[in-house]
Nanobody, 128 residues
Framework: QVQLVESGGGLVQPGGSLRLSCAASGFTLDNYAIGWFRQAPGKEREGVSCISMSDGSTYYADSVKGRLTISRDNAKNTVYLQMNSLKPEDTAVYYC?????????????????????WGQGTQVTVSS
């Protein structure tokens, strides 16, 4: 069964850190690009970051540059999102998604678009 599974979400205080994971099963991510997206209650889905599994190219939304770092582990078929200096406005359900073309995932990060595979999401809550 082909699926993406996010994990690592939780409750954290402002200024804290979390590392999210996106693990793929049923297919290999080597030829894919992976994006992280988030959606807060009552808001549109927002692209956060993406990475090419083949060459490690990355893209970050301006709102998260310097605080979030995306990385990959091809051997584990997993992508990570390290989130530091978290703010209450980072509170959202975080999703990962995969598609074959890096440019497609980058485009979806900038403006909502259709990607091939989506995970079920993991909740991140930043609150004191």
């Amino acid at each position: 069964q082909v699926q993406l599974v996010e994990s690592g979400g939780g409750l954290v205080q402002p200024g804290g850190s979390l590392r999210l994971s996106c693990a793929a099963s049923g297919f290999t991510l080597d030829n894919y690009a992976i994006g992280w997206f988030r959606q807060a209650p009552g808001k549109e889905r927002e692209g956060v970051s993406c990475i090419s599994m083949s060459d490690g190219s990355t893209y970050y939304a301006d709102s998260v540059k310097g605080r979030l770092t995306i990385s990959r582990d091809n051997a584990k078929n997993t992508v990570y999102l390290q989130m530091n200096s978290l703010k209450p406005e980072d509170t959202a359900v975080y999703y990962c998604a995969a598609d074959l073309a890096f440019v497609t995932v980058v485009a979806a990060t900038i403006k909502p678009g259709i990607l091939h595979y989506w995970g079920q999401g993991t909740q991140v809550t930043v609150s004191s």
